[in-house]
C-alpha cells in the first residue's frame, strides 16, 4: 500500500491536532469537520481499507471501537451519543486510503436516510 497523508500524521511529518493515542492507535480531529466533534480513530499500522482487514487483527479494530467510546466520553458527547462510521472505496466515499473509524457528535445527527 502507499504511503498517505495518515502515516505522515503518525510519523509527526505533518501537523494534526490528537486527542488520544496508544501504542497500536492514533485519533486526531478530522481536518473538515461535519460535526462540532468528528475525530478519526486510525491504526498505526498500515491497512487500506475494511476489505483488507485481516482475521488476526480483529483485536485491533475492536481497540479502534474501544477507543472511539473513551474518546466519546472525554468528549463529553457519550451521552446524548454520537455516530461512528467506516467508508470503504468508491461507493462509500473513501477519500484516504489509511482505515480510519469517524467519530461524530456534539450535535444532533441525521439518520442515514438523510432527515
Ligand atoms: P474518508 O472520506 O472516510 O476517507 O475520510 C477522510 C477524512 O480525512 C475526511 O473527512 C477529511 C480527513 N482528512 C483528509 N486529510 C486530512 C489531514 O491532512 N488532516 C486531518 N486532520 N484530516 C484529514
Redesign the pocket.
Known amino acids: 500500500m502507499s504511503e498517505t ?1 495518515f502515516s505522515k ?1 503518525i510519523k509527526r511529518e ?1 501537523p ?1 491536532d490528537i486527542v488520544y493515542e496508544d501504542d497500536d492507535l492514533l485519533a ?5 469537520p461535519l460535526a462540532p466533534v468528528h475525530v ?1 480513530v486510525i491504526p498505526k499500522v498500515e491497512i487500506a481499507t475494511v476489505n483488507d482487514i485481516q482475521p488476526e487483527q480483529a483485536e485491533l479494530i475492536g481497540k479502534m471501537v474501544l477507543a472511539a467510546q473513551h474518546i466519546a466520553k472525554q468528549e463529553g458527547i457519550d451521552e446524548d451519543g454520537y455516530r461512528v462510521a467506516i ?1 470503504c472505496n468508491q461507493h462509500g ?4 486510503f489509511h482505515l ?1 473509524l ?1 467519530l461524530m457528535g456534539g450535535k444532533q445527527l441525521r439518520n442515514l436516510a438523510g432527515h
Open positions: 497523508i500524521i505533518i494534526a486526531f480531529r478530522d481536518i473538515n478519526l467508508n466515499c473513501q477519500e484516504v480510519h469517524h
